[in-house]
């Protein structure tokens, strides 16, 4: 499946860019190589190298990024991007503002790539990230969009329809749907081996996002999470159908008046946990749960 293998890149003044706006920050992944995979058309699926996993669209009009990874690897991503499509960068999309997908902005805007996503990202990046400080101009989004808001680019032959999904992994989380090559790049709104991390959003809008993707879904449509392979329209439905069941279960709990403690030792997630992992970290069940129990009081 993988054209490219691993790429050791000329040092150049993108690397230089990179080690000048280096910080302390370790993302998972990091210092492996990046590593691009042919997902359909001409839309390619980058993973390792530090980050969640990126998607780039190569035309012979120039190419297009999905989610940035480390800034340590942006000379990696751009002589892949090089190779592939014979033209530069011209635009960077960012899913949502978490750092392994927006780590390596700073470096694109510098070199002049048009940042795209919703404008929360820019709020939060200008403000400083998880107690971190403010960055850099030249890492905001210059196009944005609003709460239920989106865009449509032409890159090539491409659509690419990049468009606010209600708030799930976090509030500014966006779906980004290559039309032509009829690939969705769903970021950390779809998990094929992991249970939702609900940092931001709500469980609620993952079954929402869950349905609109799914809808613009067909049998051959291939599907990019922020973790782990390409996938497809049954696995998401799956996903889909698992987010219900397990929500279901939690409700119920929570109807009989259990605590949390209770509703995991009751294992809502039985059946499930082979495909998905382990249940147990901290923006699942507990997030559902305080979700769920909410709902259920203001429904009292
Ligand atoms: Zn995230």
Known sequence: MSRHGSYSPAVGVVLALAAACAHAQTLSGAGTPVEAQHVAGDVYMLSGGGGANSSLLVTSSGALLVDSKSQEVTDEIIAIADELAGGGIRFLVNGHVHP????????????????????????????????????????????????????????????????????????????????????????????????????????????????????????????????????????????????????????????????????????PTRGFDEIWGAPDHRLFLPVVYAELSDQAASAD
């Open 100 to 267: 392994d997908h927006t780590d390596g902005n700073e470096n694109f805007g510098t070199l002049g790539v048009t940042i795209v996503g919703h404008e929360e990202i820019r709020q939060v990046l200008a403000a400083g990230q998880r107690g971190g400080p403010p960055s850099a101009d030249e890492a905001l989004p210059v196009l944005t969009f609003p709460d239920g808001g989106g865009l449509s680019l032409h890159l090539g032959d491409e659509r690419v329809s990049i468009f606010h999904a209600p708030p799930a992994h976090s509030n500014d989380n966006s779906i980004v749907h290559y039309e032509t090559s009829n690939v969705l790049h769903l970021g950390d709104l779809y998990g094929p081996s992991r249970y939702p991390v609900i940092a931001g959003g709500t469980f609620a809008g993952f079954i929402e996002a869950a349905d609109i993707a799914v809808a613009r879904a067909d049998a051959s449509t291939r599907i990019i999470p922020g973790v782990g392979g390409v996938a497809d329209r049954r696995q998401l439905q799956a996903y889909r159908d698992m987010l219900v069941t397990v929500g279901q279960r939690v409700a119920e709990l929570v109807g009989d008046g259990k605590t949390l403690d209770e509703v995991i030792e009751a294992r």
